[in-house]
């Protein structure tokens, strides 16, 4: 087994690499574990599982991540008289991720919690950093913590039961760390996108590590997301706006982003920021993996007002100041900035 430890303002938080799913052993005080319907199945599989202690299972799904499933979590927590170093440990995506963890930060003003993540995008951003939440009203994770896992146990062995649009869901924001902060990684994927699709597990291992230590290399240098930590959101804005425009669930996450990725390279050679010759390497690429990089996104082909429509989309995100949204743009691979951008040059790339 190996591992790899980074240092937060909270602590240090180790991740572990493992051959088959593996959870970590409880404290004498005891733990609670949190899965979704879906992963309980690689919990109860898992070594180092206690049957004897409390389960909360939760419906899975961004609709069940809410207060209520945290809530639940909670109440199971105080009935099996768990203690403040009892330890939480939450087996799935993203979504069981976030809220286990705001669920420990909560419990008695903040328990330990260890993660298990199951999902790509899990293991390769979301478990990793410390940020937990949950979606309230009508915005995501709008309510939360910062409050990092002691330590996350990654298997890859466990992406086999993951379904195919939750996988490359997941490679959509391989490919943004990649381009944000990891040449090699980057080169991984535009050479050996086969091996990547069909998920060979020695070369996701090393894909997943790549991202593990980029990811851990930004939280640790901008823990409260008060700079850098921002990059992350590349492809996330024109991504975002792209989800509520065609309708939530209509497009994936990570085809969102992945469009959102090549949009915002338009941008950025549009202002002169990116270099011309760096777009045109990467969207090819982006486009081999199925993903739309096409300046009007095919769910929307045919609509009116697209480009205008994206644009309020944009404007109602929470990232917003002053009425001018902030994109995040780069030079080129590992070369990145933040800026304002006037509409009438967002409107140019959306057709
Ligand atoms: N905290 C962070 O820094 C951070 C970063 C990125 C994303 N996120 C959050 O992550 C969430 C998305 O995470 P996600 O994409 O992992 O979604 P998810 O947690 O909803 O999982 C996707 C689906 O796959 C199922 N599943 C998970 N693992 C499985 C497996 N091994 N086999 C079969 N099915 C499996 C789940 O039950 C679910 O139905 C969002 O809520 C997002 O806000 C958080």
Redesign the pocket.
Same mark, same amino acid.
């Given at each position: 087994m190996d591992s790899f430890t980074f240092t937060l303002p909270t602590g240090p938080a180790t991740v572990l690499f493992h051959g088959g799913i593996s959870v970590p052993a409880l404290p004498a005080s005891g733990g609670i574990y949190v899965a !979704? $319907?879906?992963?309980e199945p690689?919990l109860r599989a898992a070594s180092g599982f206690s049957p004897a202690a409390p389960l909360v299972v939760l419906e899975? @799904? *961004?609709a069940h #991540?809410n207060l209520k499933s945290v809530e639940r979590v909670l109440e199971a927590a105080l009935g099996s008289g768990l203690a403040r170093d009892s330890l939480f440990v939450g087996v @799935? =995506? =993203? +979504? +069981?991720? !976030?809220m286990t963890?705001f669920a420990a930060s909560l419990y008695m003003r903040g328990a330990p919690v260890d993660l298990v993540?199951?999902?790509?995008?899990?293991m390769a !951003?979301?478990?990793? @950093? @410390? #940020?937990?939440?949950v !979606?309230f009203g009508s915005y #995501?994770?709008c309510v939360g913590s910062f409050h990092p896992a002691r330590q996350i146990h990654v298997a890859v062995a %466990? &992406? $086999?039961? &993951?379904?195919e649009v *939750?996988y490359r %869901?997941?490679l959509a *924001?391989v490919l943004k760390t990649a381009l944000l902060y990891a040449p090699k990684l980057y080169q991984i994927m535009s050479e050996r996108r086969d091996e990547i699709l069909e998920r060979d597990e020695a070369l996701l291992l090393e894909v997943i590590k790549r991202c593990v230590q980029a990811k851990a290399r930004v939280v640790e240098r901008d823990f409260r997301e008060a700079g850098e930590r921002m990059f &992350?959101n590349l492809g996330h804005t024109f991504g975002h706006a792209l989800e509520t425009v065609a309708g939530l669930g209509t497009v994936t996450?990570?085809d969102a982003v992945a469009w959102g990725i090549a949009r915002a390279l338009a941008l950025g050679e549009r202002l002169g920021v990116t270099d011309p010759a760096y777009r045109a390497e990467v969207v090819p690429v982006i486009a081999s993996y199925g993903w739309s990089v096409d300046p009007v996104h095919p769910a929307l082909a045919g609509q009116a007002d697209v480009a205008a429509r994206l644009l309020e989309a944009m404007k109602n995100d929470k990232k917003k100041r002053a009425g001018r949204v902030r994109f995040v743009l780069q030079r080129e691979i590992n070369s990145t900035v933040v800026q304002e951008v006037e509409d009438a040059d967002v409107i140019k790339v959306l057709g």
């Open positions: !979704d $319907r879906n992963t690689l899975p @799904g *961004e #991540k @799935g =995506g =993203g +979504v +069981v991720c !976030d963890a993540p199951t999902t790509l995008l899990a !951003d979301a478990a990793i @950093g @410390g #940020k937990t939440g !979606d #995501k994770n %466990s &992406l $086999r039961t &993951l379904p *939750e %869901s997941g *924001e &992350l996450h990570g």
